[in-house]
């Protein structure tokens, strides 16, 4: 059984920086972070893929850096230059495949960004 545990959330004023951490257990192949506000619908923020491609959504590219340390089984997501609107329950997540959903969700870490 996989297990995601994420970690780094916290409170910071808008122009501030986080780093996420996910600690994995077991295999996984496509990794993910995903963020829901309330009210709002969960939205992908970005990817990364074992052959070390990455991607992002457009309201957070320039300014989030996805990455995996592969030693420490860990995923990374350095957030730069904060915004209010970046506030939000952030999820890790896994797959075993390059498709399809996702299958693994560790529990979330809340973000929040004050003016």
């Known amino acids: 059984q996989v297990q995601l545990v994420e970690s780094g959330g916290g409170s910071v004023q808008a122009g501030g920086s986080l780093r996420l951490s996910c600690v994995t257990s077991?295999?996984?192949?496509?990794m993910a972070w995903f963020r829901q506000a309330p009210g709002k619908e969960r939205e992908e923020v970005a990817y990364?893929?074992?052959?070390?491609?990455?991607g992002y959504a457009d309201s957070v590219k320039g300014r989030f850096t996805i990455s995996k340390d592969g030693a420490k089984n860990t995923l990374y997501l350095q957030m730069d230059n904060l915004k209010p609107e970046d506030t939000a329950m952030y999820y890790c997540?896994?797959?075993?495949?390059?498709?399809?959903?996702?299958?693994?969700w560790g529990q979330g870490t809340q973000v929040t960004v004050s003016s």
């Open positions: 997540a896994g797959r075993r495949f390059n498709f399809g959903e996702y299958n693994y």
């Open positions: 077991g295999y996984v192949y496509s």
């Open positions: 990364h893929n074992s052959g070390d491609t990455a």
